[in-house]
């Protein structure tokens, strides 16, 4: 499960995807979530599927990788659908036990839900794939470096970002060597109670913490040896951004994406809206 985590990986690549601008793509995918959150028809569904597909495919990244993501969230997925099965009480109902009804408006909605989440955290996926962590955090503080005015620290903020996003799969293969090593020394983590399950990952954790704790003081003293000192004035940029015809292209794809869904949420498929 450990191993199954990709949040905050970069694969390289020479994909449409990968050569747009950091800003653009931040809008893009910020938009896109949107879109998904206020999609309602089983046609925008089917349409926001594809179009999402097409991305995945478009970044040049393997479809495992996009699998892997999902992995670790299965059972909050699964556990959104079943929440929404049992406890649906509009439409007819197609089965009832004890105090559980099964309607079918409840099975569609469980499904729309789980198929929202699967495509917010896919969509998601393929910004931080196809964008490297400097150039992601570099694109958010551009973003924002509007509210520098109202003294928002948004360099800070960036920073923060990008360390974290960085230390993400340094810390998921820090969690998989102690837990081989636990493993090792007899510990067992796959049988069990939930309670001794528990009990076995916390001689994971303090050493966790620990490493967590040296990679920080390293990381601090790496940056004063190299004079680091925020965002002071006068400080150069050494990428710099600029919006090209295919960000444009992109952004008035996305567009023309918003405007079919705002008209397929209006149609019904197979009686459901």
């Not at 951004?241 to 444009?248: A, E, G, K, P």
């Amino acid at each position: 499960m450990i191993t199954d985590i990709t949040l905050g990986q970069y694969f390289p690549g020479n994909s449409l995807l990968h050569k747009l601008d950091p800003r653009m793509k931040i809008v893009l995918t910020t938009m896109y979530v949107v879109v998904l959150l206020v999609m309602k028809s089983a046609a925008s569904c089917l349409f926001l599927t594809v179009c999402t597909v097409s991305i995945m495919v478009m970044s040049g990244i393997p479809m495992r990788m996009y699998v892997r993501s999902l992995k670790p969230l299965w059972f909050i997925i699964a556990f959104t659908g079943v929440f929404n099965i049992l406890f649906s009480s509009s439409g007819e109902i197609l089965a009832q036990f004890w105090v559980f009804k099964i309607t079918d408006e409840g099975i569609v909605t469980a499904v729309k839900l789980m198929l929202r989440i699967v495509l917010l955290i896919a969509s998601s996926s393929v910004l931080t794939y196809t964008t490297s962590p400097i150039l992601l955090s570099g694109g958010i503080e551009r973003l924002l470096s509007p509210l520098k005015k109202i003294k928002v620290p948004v360099h800070d903020f960036s920073m923060m970002m990008t360390i974290a996003l960085r230390f993400i799969p340094t810390l998921t293969d820090e969690t998989s060597r102690i837990m081989s090593a636990q493993k090792a020394r007899g510990a067992d983590f796959e049988t069990g109670s939930i309670f001794k399950r528990i009990k076995a990952v916390i001689p994971v954790i303090i050493p966790l913490f620990i490493s967590s704790f040296r990679h920080a003081v390293e990381l601090a003293t790496a940056m004063q040896c190299r004079c680091y000192a925020g965002d002071v004035k006068g400080r150069t940029r050494f990428v710099k951004y600029s919006l090209h015809m295919r960000d444009w292209v992109s952004l008035i794809v996305l567009a023309l994406v918003i405007v079919c869904v705002v008209f397929l949420n209006r149609i019904r498929f197979g009686g459901y809206i």
